[in-house]
T-cell receptor, first 113, second 112 residues
């Protein structure tokens, strides 16, 4: 039973435009949401997170939006750059289980010139 | 430099053999985790440990075993009971209740 879902396996965007990655979750007890970026044959690197008590968090070109009522979050990358081409994982932390992270299946982003 | 080291990066084993993947961290993190990545399935939690000499099963623990004798080390053994062991294995660690976990570079295990 997958509690964190990324329904778009891939996304292609032009350099300079906005990339929007979506993530849905089913467990209302998640208290933190995170985005990780992963290159092939490497470990994921942390990108940005948001607490369940907030609805927006921004860090440079990256902004995460959280809609708790819809159990939906999104990651906006503006402007997209070629180095942003990677797989992006959405993750959610369980509140009552010492914070196990549950991951989505990932979205492959390709930024074209 | 502080970080998480997984070794080896690539590992080949014959079917039916047990194999142990190494994970070491010098970040003084309390919690350590093992994940498995398969195409189209994201990262699935195998085992995790919040403290030395204690560990818990994750979502897909069958066919795996771990130990946590030292804070810095959390080795994962893939046993012959694991039906489909070929995968990319990722170790992670986290400080107490911090938000993010830090990952190692991964080990690609291929069983032939």
């Amino acid at each position: 039973d997958q509690q964190v879902k990324q329904n778009s396996p891939s996304l292609s965007v032009q350099e300079g435009r906005i990339s929007i990655l979506n993530c849905d979750y089913t467990n209302s007890m998640f208290d933190y949401f995170l985005w990780y970026k992963k290159y092939p044959a490497e470990g994921p690197t942390f990108l940005i997170s948001i607490s369940s008590i907030k609805d927006k968090n921004e860090d440079g070109r990256f902004t995460v939006f959280l809609n708790k009522s819809a159990k939906h979050l999104s990651l906006h990358i503006v402007p997209s750059q070629p180095g942003d081409s990677a797989v992006y994982f959405c993750a959610a932390r369980g509140a009552g289980s010492w914070g196990k992270l549950q991951f989505g299946a990932g979205t492959q982003v390709v930024v074209t010139p | 430099d502080g970080g998480i080291t997984q070794s080896p990066k690539y590992l080949f084993r014959k079917e039916g053999q047990n194999v142990t993947l190494s994970c070491e961290q010098n970040l003084n993190h309390d919690a350590m985790y093992w994940y498995r990545q398969d195409p189209g399935q994201g990262l699935r939690l195998i085992y995790y440990s919040q403290i030395v000499n204690d560990f818990q099963k994750g979502d897909i623990a069958e066919g795996y075993s771990v130990s946590r004798e030292k804070k810095e080390s959390f080795p994962l053994t893939v046993t012959s009971a694991q039906k489909n062991p070929t995968a990319f294995y990722l170790c992670a660690s986290r400080l107490d209740r911090a938000t993010e976990a830090f990952f190692g570079q991964g080990t690609r295990l291929t069983v032939v």
